[in-house]
């Protein structure tokens, strides 16, 4: 693994939530990205040495409503840049990590993704991400 690539973090209001990160980080987003695979729409905040990704849910059935319904809003997953995301899925599978999908899925901001089950990780949600070339 290499750096955190990004935090994401699912909110409620995703409006009210940019107004309060751009306060906060002092700069406004510069990508706002749907992805409707996941019901989710992401919104980037560049935040120096990483990024802050939120995550607003477009539908009730995305993993982000369902999120925001157990948990509230809060920290939703810490994202790890890695070079071959195939090898990784490999190296964490034999590592006995539970991953939550096995194949790499597309990703907002043009990443390749893949995530550890928080079971086997701490109950922490940790994406892996690979940079499409
Ligand atoms: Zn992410």
Not at 6 to 31: F, N, Q, R
Not at 84 to 89: A, F, L, P, S
Not at 97 to 104: G, H, K, Q, R, V
């Amino acid at each position: 693994m290499k750096h955190v690539e990004h935090i994401g973090i699912a909110v409620k209001d995703l409006g009210s939530s940019i107004a309060m990160y751009t306060k906060l980080l002092g700069a406004e987003p510069y990508k706002k990205e749907e992805v409707i695979s996941e019901g989710v729409m992401t919104v980037f905040f560049d935040a120096g040495n990483t990024k802050i990704e939120l995550l607003g849910a477009t539908r009730e059935d995305s993993p982000i409503a369902k999120f925001i319904e157990k948990r509230g809003e809060g920290i939703h997953h810490i994202a790890f840049a890695v070079d071959n995301i195939r090898e990784k899925i490999q190296e964490k599978t034999a590592q006995d990590f539970a991953l939550i999908n096995s194949e790499p899925k597309d990703g907002a901001d043009n990443k390749l993704i893949v995530f550890l089950h928080p079971k086997s990780t701490g109950n922490v949600l940790v994406e892996m991400c690979e940079e499409k070339g």
